[in-house]
């Protein structure tokens, strides 16, 4: 379905019935990344998927896509769709749209699970990372996409995965310089939301790779206490919907 949002073109599917579940995509990737779990969520629950600003069939929207301005969106279309509360997975940015999502609108949440994701701030190193990437991004579409995709992988299963690999790039390249360049400037500004994932008073999950490059293991266990989270350790990398796919089919089945 196409939604408009502030005179920008928003793609997103709904199908199914029964409690609410929005899922949401990290940076480089689109809404066609649930497509292997929606055959069992849709058995039992209303399920939403949304092009993030600059990704997928979405439009961009300015030359930066602030987590606060995705949440937004996220917000007008499930009011659009007369759902009062729902339950949200994010993957990595994914994560970061619903914890601002959470600060805004805390009401309409009913359980979060944050997938190879944090509610924790870039620090200086990973902001400066960013830039080396917007310039990157701007000289070298194709090389930037390469290295960073095949980099989210576990190195043992970047050999394994090389079909979906191919697939993950194939697709990234037909999105705009300027979709992902203000993307990874929203993502760079990003706060710190921690305090409110501590805070939120539902169901918390964090769900990480054991080799997780981009989310180290032991730094999102201590997060996880932290903020009172159920805490559910996957073999592989950042991309466990991919890495991990019978696990994470697993545990969809017990999402409310």
């Known amino acids: 379905m196409i939604f408009k949002f502030k005179e920008s073109k928003i793609f997103y599917t709904i199908q199914g019935s029964g409690n609410a579940v929005v899922l949401l995509h990290g940076f480089l990737e689109n809404a066609s990344m649930w497509d292997f ?39 007008e279309i499930i009011s659009k769709e007369k759902i ?37 701030a870039d620090s200086t190193e990973k902001k400066e ?21 095949s980099n989210l992988f576990a190195e043992q299963n970047r050999l394994i995965y090389k079909k979906e690999i191919h697939q993950l790039k194939k697709e990234a390249l037909e999105f705009p310089i300027q979709g992902i360049v203000a993307t ?10 921690t305090s409110i994932l501590k805070n939120l008073l539902i169901p918390k999950y964090i769900i990480t790779g054991i080799q997780d490059p981009i989310m180290p293991f032991l730094q999102q266990k201590k997060l996880t206490k932290k903020c009172g989270c159920s805490f559910i350790e996957l073999s592989g990398g950042h991309m466990s919907t991919i890495e991990n796919k019978e696990e994470m089919l697993n545990f969809v089945h017990f999402i409310e």
């Open 37 to 75: 779990f929606l055959p069992t969520l849709i058995k039992n629950h209303l399920v939403i998927t949304i092009d993030l600003l600059g990704h997928g069939k979405t439009d961009s929207l300015g030359y930066v896509h602030t987590m606060e301005l995705m949440a937004e969106m996220v917000q």
């Open 84 to 120: 009062n509360k729902a339950t949200f997975i994010g993957h990595s940015m994914g994560g970061y749209v619903a914890l601002a999502f959470a600060e805004k609108y805390p009401e309409r949440m009913n359980a979060l699970v944050l997938l190879n994701s944090t509610s924790e």
């Open 129 to 149: 990372n960013r830039d080396r990437a917007i310039q990157l991004v701007k000289q070298n579409k194709k090389g930037f996409l390469s290295m960073a995709i």
């Open 184 to 193: 990874l400037e929203g993502m760079k500004i990003r706060k710190d939301r």
